[in-house]
């Protein structure tokens, strides 16, 4: 089974960038579609973007869309999460995940392989 290992979370000033990673043992990450959520105290487990099997499919929740970006090599068998202009509202935990199937859900219920999360914390 593939397990899943995010690195790269840490504090951030407001505005800054973060690269977040996820590298995948037992599997490659090209053979399911990823995503990346989060989750801030006493919130829900939040979307923030996937990509589909294939690496050319990426979508975005709204809140993070033009400030996000994924990208997965698969020569590394990693993904990552590129993050700019953090704001306050951006500190969480962060996980990536990943599920069979050739397009990613926006739905954390669709995924049945976590990462143990990284932690975020833009500093204002």
């Known amino acids: 089974q593939v397990q899943l290992v995010e690195s790269g979370g840490g504090l951030v000033q407001v505005g800054g960038s973060l690269r977040l990673s996820c590298s995948a043992s037992g599997g490659t990450f090209s053979s399911y579609s990823t995503a990346w959520f989060r989750q801030a105290p006493g919130k829900e487990r939040e979307f923030v973007g996937g990509?589909?099997?294939?690496?050319?499919?990426?979508i975005y929740a709204d809140s993070v869309r033009g400030r996000f970006a994924i990208s997965r090599e698969d020569g590394k068998n990693m993904v990552f999460l590129l993050m700019h202009d953090l704001a306050p509202e951006d500190t969480a935990v962060y996980y990536c995940a990943v599920r069979e199937g050739s397009y990613p859900s926006r739905s954390h219920r669709e995924y049945d392989r976590w990462g143990q999360g990284t932690q975020v914390t833009v500093d204002s």
């Open positions: 990509v589909g099997w294939s690496g050319g499919s990426t």
